[in-house]
C-alpha cells in the first residue's frame, strides 16, 4: 500500500492574548512583593524537561506547562498543551472561524471569532486538570464581548448597554448559572477594553473616553476580588496596542511610538510615579517583550533577548535569540528560542533573590520522527463466528504522540463504522478490537475498505494514510436475510403487513436482543402460510415460500439485504397441505427440505434440489398419523444425528423430537415435554447465539422465549430469554 508522505508544516504568524489567573474570583491572592523564581528548577529542567513539539510555536504559558500552534493542512490551528511534569499533552481544537486566548495562568480560552476582543460564546479549559468538564460562557446573550479570563470559570467581558454606554464586568458561570458584576471606578464614557495578564488578583486595563471624534486612551489598574480600579495612568501618545500593557509588582508598562513611528515601552514606578521611555526601536511586530520584576525583557528573532532595569537603567544580554515570548501569572516569561551550542529550547526568565535577571530551560525541541505507518496488523480475511464475534485491527507508527481515525466501509453497501484511537499507554500500536457491529446491528459478512489516517496531536505535517481489504465471513445462517449471520425473525400483523426483526448474533448479558425492525412490505394477508425455507435458489441467502388461498405455492428469493425478489410460482394445488415446515436438511445433501402434512395426516418429503425454477424434487411419502400434531417446525439438527430434525406438537401442548435419519424420515420420537401448547408459533430459528447449533423460538401470548439447543436428544432445550416481541404477544398471527 502506498503512504502518504509527511508535507512541510504551514506557519504564519499568530497573535495571542495572554490572560489571567487560575484562582478563582473572590479568593485572588495579593499582588506579591518580589517574584518567584523558576516553578521548576534548573535541576528539574536538566532531567524531566518536557518536549517542545517541533515545528511548532509558542502560543502561552502557565504555571503548570506551556501551549504551542500549529498549522493542520486545512488552515486551521492546533493547540497542544504539554505539563512541565512530563505527563502526556493535550490536544485543543481551535473552532472554526474562532480563535483562542492563553492565560497567564492554566486556562485556555476558545472563542467563536478569530480576534479573542471579539468573542463571544466562550469555552474555558482548565489545563492544570485536563479531563476537568469545560465551562461555556456566552457573551453574546449579555452583549458583551471577550476581555480577559480570570479563572476556569469567570472572564472579564465588555457589555455593551441599550443606552451605547459600556461597563467591564466580572463574568462567572457556576453550573448553568452566569452572574455578573460591574468593576467600579472607570469613567462612564470608558469602552474597548483590552486587558493585561492578571497576576495576583489584579489586571492591568487599557480603553478610550471621550467624543467620537478625539477619543482618548487610559490605563487602569483593577483589583479583580474588590471590583475597583486602584490606579489610572494616561499615556502621553495615543493608546496604541492593547498587547502591550504589563505590569509587575513595581512597575506598569505599555507600549508607545515615538513621532517617527519608533516602538518604546512607557514605564511608571507604582511607588514613585517616575516614568520613563525605553527606545526599542522599530516597529511593533518585529519585537517581543515581557515584564520580568522591575526589568524589561525584549528582543526580535534576529536581535538577542536583552533585558534592562527599568529602576537603575542596567542592560543585560541574556544570551538567547528567541522568535517568541510568553508571560506567566508567576511573573516569570518564557523564550523560544536557543542560545549557542544549546539548540532550540523554551527558556524561562525570572528574578533571583537578588532581582536581577536568571535563565533557566523548561523545555527542550527533539528533532521530529516523520509520521508514518510502519506496520499493518489488519487480517485479509476473518471468519467472525470463529473469532468469537471480534477482530482486532492494528497499526504501528512511528511515534506515539498522534491520533488515529479509522473507517471500515462495506464496499457493497456502503454502511460504515468509524473509530478514533488515541495514543496507547506505551509503545505505538495503536490497536481496538471491532465488534462486527455498525450502528447498533452486525455489519453485512463480505469486503471491507479500511481506511486509517494518523495525525500528530499539534496538527503539524502531513497526516499518515493507509488503506486495506478485509473480508468478513461468517458461519451460513438459514435464517439470515441481511447477510450478517443473526438470525432475522418474520412476522405479519392483522393488517397483512409483514416485519423483519434482525437479532443480534450473539446474547448480551445472557439475553437475547433484538437489534433493528424493518417493515418489508403490505399484502402479505393473502397468504395462509408464510415460511422460512433456508437457501433453496442456490444463492446462499435464505428464502421463502407462501402458500395463498387458491392452494398456489410462491417462492420470494432473499436478496441478502432484508429484501426478497418477486415472487415465482412454484406450483398449484398446494391447497391440500394443512402445515408446511421448511428450513431444515433432512438427508444430508447440505440443502434445504421441505416437509408438509396433508389433511388426511400423511407427511409428504420435498426434497430440495437448488434449483431457483424448480426447488423442489417430487414429493416423497413420510408417513401417517401425522394429524395429531398441530405444529410442525423443522429446525436443524439440534440433537447431533446424521440430518435435520423436527420437532412436532400435540393437541394436548405436549412437543416431541423427530431425529432426521438423513434419508428424509426420523428416527421414533422423543418427548420433550408438556406446556408447550402456550406458544401459538414455534420457528426453527437457525443459530440464535452462535454457538454453531440452531435454536427454536416460540412466540406466544405470555411471552416470547429463545429455546437454544443442547446437542442432547433426550434434554435437547435450554430456555433463553430475548426482548424480541415483548409486549407484542397477540400481535402477530404469524410468524416465520
Sequence with gaps: MQLRSTGTRLATAVTVVLTATALGVGTLATAPAAFAATSITAEQAATTAPVFPDGSDLAGVGTTGFLTYSYAQNGTRNLLWTPFDGGAPTGLQEPEGGGFAMAGGDVVVLGDASQPAEMRQLTLRDMAEPGAPAVSIDLGALNGTYVAVLSPTSVLAQITNEDGTAELRVVTKNGATTTTRKIEGLPADAAEFAGSTVRGGSALVGYSTGPEDGRTSDRALIDVAAGTVTAIYSPAEPWYDSTGLMFSGSHVVWMDYTGDTELYATSVDR?????KRTLLGGRLEDWYYEL????LVYGTPERPARAVSLTSGETRDLGVTASASASSADGSAVLQGSKVGDGDRLYRVATAGDGTPTVTTVAEVEESVALEIQQV??????????TGGKVTLGWTLSRADAYMDVTLSHTATGKEFKTRLTAPASGTLFSFDWDGVIDGVDAPNGTYAIEAEATLLDGSGWPAYQGWLMNVTRTANPHDYTNNGSTDV??????????RDDLRDRPVNGQINTAQRTKIGT???TYKQIEAVGNIAGNSVGDLIALDGTGVLWQYQGKGDGTFATRVKVGSGWGGYTKLAGGSDLNGDGRADLLATDASGVLWFYKGTGSATAPFATRVKVGS??????????VGNIAGSSAGDLVARDTSGVLWLYQGNGSGGFSTRVKVGSGWGAFSQLVGAGDVNADGRPDLIAYGSGGTYVYKSTGSATAPFTRLTTNLYAGEGTKFNSVS
Design 490 to 499: 418474520l412476522a405479519r400483523d392483522a393488517a397483512g403487513v409483514l416485519w
Design 271 to 275: 511607588e514613585t510615579g517616575e516614568r
Design 625 to 634: 398419523g401425522w394429524g395429531i400434531y398441530n405444529q410442525l417446525t423443522a
Design 523 to 525: 399484502g402479505w394477508g
Design 377 to 386: 496488523h489488519v487480517p485479509d480475511t476473518v471468519n467472525l463466528d470463529r
Design 292 to 295: 520580568v520584576g522591575d526589568w
